[in-house]
T-cell receptor, first 114, second 110 residues
């Protein structure tokens, strides 16, 4: 079946602009995760959804970052007033349930803030 | 904060040779997972080893786990150019939050 998909694959924006990154999880997966990966580092947790609700958003760096999953499937990560330090690869993952499942990752969105 | 640490940071080998990389972690775990990442993009899940397992195989991959030393190793046998990638170990810091190390970059020379 189809894996996790993310759009766009690349996004270049200017400092101060608003961006939206989309994630389409594997069908039937109730858990969805966002991670951010800076150059030379491993991914770092941002937010976790179980169904429609954000069960843990403790990894979001500040209130410029927000994510939604209104129907329990597709999720959108929203970044307001982008800064150069937001440049990174944003990865989305999904899993069938919750407790310590294997997480399946999408190809990521490379965000560049000029 | 990152739970795991991979060693070495980088590894260069000849095609056909074996590649070994290690991962150390800090807290007790339920399972440990290894992922591969090509060209800084999506991670591909390679293998999951549970805390009550000591060794696991998948094709040319062999993973070991030593919970007493809080360490794991990933061995890739008979490496190929397509194995060139970054490899990450990951553990759960709670029921759903995966924590990754900084990864080992493997280059397989033809």
């Amino acid at each position: 079946g189809a894996g996790v998909s993310q759009t766009p694959s690349n996004k270049v924006t200017e400092k101060g602009k608003y961006v939206e990154l989309r994630c389409d999880p594997i069908s039937g997966h109730t858990a969805l995760y966002w991670y951010r990966q800076s150059l030379g580092q491993g991914p770092e947790f941002l937010i976790y959804f179980q169904g429609t609700g954000a069960a843990d958003d403790s990894g979001l760096p500040n209130d410029r970052f927000f994510a939604v999953r209104p129907e329990g499937s597709v999720s959108t990560l929203k970044i307001q007033r982008t800064e150069r330090g937001d440049s990174a690869v944003y990865l989305c993952a999904s899993s069938p349930g919750t407790r310590m499942d294997t997480q399946y990752f999408g190809p990521g969105t490379r965000l560049t803030v000029l | 904060s990152q739970q795991g640490e991979e060693d070495p940071q980088a590894l260069s080998i000849q095609e056909g040779e074996n590649a070994t990389m290690n991962c150390s972690y800090k807290t007790s775990i339920n399972n440990l997972q290894w992922y591969r990442q090509n060209s800084g993009r999506g991670l591909v899940h390679l293998i999951l080893i549970r805390s009550n397992e000591r060794e696991k195989h998948s094709g040319r991959l062999r993973v070991t786990l030593d919970t007493s030393k809080k360490s794991s190793s990933l061995l890739i046998t008979a490496s190929r150019a397509a194995d060139t990638a970054s490899y990450f170990c990951a553990t759960y810091s709670n029921d759903y939050k995966l924590s990754f190390g900084a990864g080992t970059t493997v280059t397989v020379r033809a």
